[in-house]
């Protein structure tokens, strides 16, 4: 290969190296946020959790309480 040849294809990937770099850092940086909003999710579906088990186990006043009344008149 001549000494230009091995100029243009060192030129050819210097530039497609730097072309592509542009897309590396989007992917790794879309990566780190969807990383970041799942951790800042977590809490907030743990506390859901917590809400429903604590709401499910307990009873229903008010409707034991309409069962057995009487409608106003």
């Known amino acids: 290969m001549s000494r230009l040849g091995r100029c243009l294809a060192a030129g050819l ?3 497609a190296s730097l072309g592509l770099s542009g ?3 989007g992917t790794v940086v879309g990566a780190a946020v969807d990383v970041g909003v799942e951790v800042v999710k977590v809490p907030f579906k743990v506390g859901k ?3 429903d088990v604590m709401k499910d186990d307990a009873p229903d006043k008010t409707k ?3 069962a057995g009344a009487k409608p106003k008149e």
Do not use: R
């Open 64 to 66: 034991a309480a309409d």
């Open 23 to 25: 897309c590396v850092v």
């Open 13 to 15: 990937l210097a530039g």
């Open 49 to 51: 959790g917590i809400y």
